[in-house]
């Protein structure tokens, strides 16, 4: 018997600066509205933290007693299938998945970041891809490096929520079904200890259709947030060998004051419809990161306007971007590398053509509001099922 659920509620852990996480809580929301389901959301903020200490609110993430009887009481009062959690990191916490599978709701978990294998949730420490707590199964490595926002302490707590929650069985007997972003973050996942038969991939999507744009603005495109892990350093260097292209940057964050050579315009965050205008017009877009994206909604909607992706050859965008036919991938951390590849893609206007349209049947055919829609009811039926099984068995 089909179990496709009727009532969702869906909860997500808002941060402090806005990002995609935010964009694809509110996207997959209104999917399922669209689709005729009742939803019903419970949001946390965190700049209701205000001027805690750090660590302390951390701790939080540990368990906390406030959200788990709120959304006890939820799922009590409204009676949801399933309670889709998003970011649950520091105010929801994993208590949540006790109190609403108590009363009888099926847990799903989207992967949008490392979290549960890396207390600083990148993967990424000292300007290079970190695995040492995957490959040591500890969380000591981390501590010693205040991964964490460069705080021993904030980051002994997280470390504290990840073990104990793994010590408790929480990741493996809570979580009915996991949602990763690609097949490389599976992976990842799987490596550091989540059950493998409990990892589905279902990818983001972009809803509405921005449209395909002409591409005949001349100039590259970057979009997003501006810290060393997105490669910025690289970006910069490659763009001192291309002064004759135009580059515009979006966005903002930490590496805000970087100098940009002649030719790169900086523009700060930009609203989303600025930033697809600005993708319909572009002749590529660029994804320096030095780290592992784990699924960027930025690509996508790239795809969507046509637009083809110059990216790191590094994890998941190594499976987003079809090297020669949706775009072009370059050695992470090349800068002269990444300037050939610009270069290539505005000196072969025919083959970047050919690749505008190669990204546009991409976007169609697996990053739809209709495709995602189909994945997700999938996804539910089979965390309904887990949870029917596990509850039989320990009956």
């Known amino acids: 018997?089909?179990?496709?659920?009727?009532?969702?509620?869906i909860a997500h852990n808002y941060y402090q600066q806005p990002g995609g996480e935010d964009q694809v809580f509110a996207a997959e929301a209104a999917l399922l509205e669209s689709n005729g389901h009742r939803v019903i959301r419970y949001e946390e903020y965190n700049s209701r933290i205000g001027n805690r200490n750090l660590a302390?609110?951390?701790l939080d993430a540990v368990w906390s007693s406030a959200s788990a009887r709120s959304l006890?009481?939820?799922?009590?009062?409204?009676?949801?299938?399933?309670?889709?959690?998003?970011?649950?990191?520091?105010?929801?916490?994993?208590?949540?998945?006790?109190?609403v599978q108590n009363e009888g709701a099926?847990?799903?978990?989207?992967?949008?970041?490392?979290?549960?294998?890396?207390?600083?949730?990148?993967?990424?420490?000292?300007?290079?891809?970190?695995?040492?707590?995957?490959?040591?199964?500890?969380?000591?490595p981390a501590m010693a490096n205040k991964c964490y926002r460069g705080s021993r302490p904030a980051t002994a707590a997280v470390a504290t929520m990840l073990t104990v929650h793994r010590?408790?069985?929480?990741?493996?007997?809570?979580?009915?079904?996991?949602?990763?972003?690609?097949e490389f973050a599976r992976r990842k996942f799987i490596e550091g200890g989540l059950p493998a038969n409990r990892i589905v991939v279902k990818p983001n999507f972009v809803s509405p259709d921005p449209g395909v744009g002409a591409g005949r603005g001349g100039y590259a495109l970057f979009a997003g947030?501006?810290?060393?892990?997105?490669?910025?350093?690289?970006?910069?260097?490659?763009?001192?060998?291309?002064?004759?292209?135009?580059?515009?940057?979006?966005?903002?964050?930490?590496?805000?004051?970087?100098?940009?050579?002649?030719?790169?315009?900086?523009i700060g965050r930009q609203p989303r419809e600025e930033i697809l205008a600005l993708m319909r017009e572009a002749r590529v877009l660029i994804v320096p990161s030095e780290c592992y994206e784990?699924?960027?909604?930025?690509?996508?909607?790239?795809?969507?306007?046509?637009?083809?992706?110059?990216?790191?050859?590094?994890?998941?965008?190594?499976?987003?971007?079809?090297?020669e036919r949706t775009g072009l991938l370059f050695n992470p951390g090349d800068a002269a590398d990444l300037a050939d590849k610009v270069r290539w893609a505005f000196e072969h206007p025919e083959a970047a053509d050919a690749m505008r349209?190669?990204?546009?049947?991409?976007?169609?055919?697996?990053?739809?509001?209709?495709?995602?829609?189909?994945?997700?009811?999938?996804?539910?039926?089979?965390?309904?099922?887990?949870?029917?099984?596990?509850?039989?068995?320990?009956?």
């Open 106 to 140: 099926a847990v799903v978990q989207t992967l949008h970041n490392f979290r549960l294998l890396c207390p600083g949730a990148t993967l990424f420490r000292d300007g290079a891809v970190c695995e040492e707590c995957i490959e040591r199964k500890s969380l000591r």
């Open 56 to 58: 302390a609110a951390a």
């Open 294 to 323: 784990n699924g960027p909604l930025t690509a996508l909607e790239a795809f969507a306007c046509g637009l083809p992706v110059i990216a790191s050859n590094l994890g998941s965008m190594a499976e987003r971007v079809a090297h």
């Open 225 to 266: 947030r501006l810290a060393a892990e997105k490669g910025i350093s690289v970006l910069a260097s490659a763009w001192k060998e291309l002064a004759n292209i135009p580059l515009i940057v979006a966005g903002d964050g930490p590496l805000a004051g970087t100098e940009w050579s002649q030719g790169v315009s900086w």
């Open 357 to 395: 349209a190669a990204a546009r049947r991409e976007f169609e055919e697996k990053y739809t509001a209709d495709r995602n829609y189909e994945m997700l009811m999938a996804i539910y039926e089979t965390a309904i099922a887990n949870f029917r099984r596990a509850r039989l068995a320990a009956s």
């Open 72 to 99: 006890g009481e939820l799922a009590r009062r409204h009676k949801p299938d399933v309670v889709h959690f998003h970011n649950t990191f520091p105010l929801i916490s994993p208590a949540a998945y006790y109190a």
């Open 1 to 9: 018997m089909r179990s496709i659920p009727q009532s969702v509620a």
């Open 167 to 182: 010590a408790a069985g929480t990741w493996r007997r809570k979580v009915d079904l996991y949602i990763a972003l690609s």
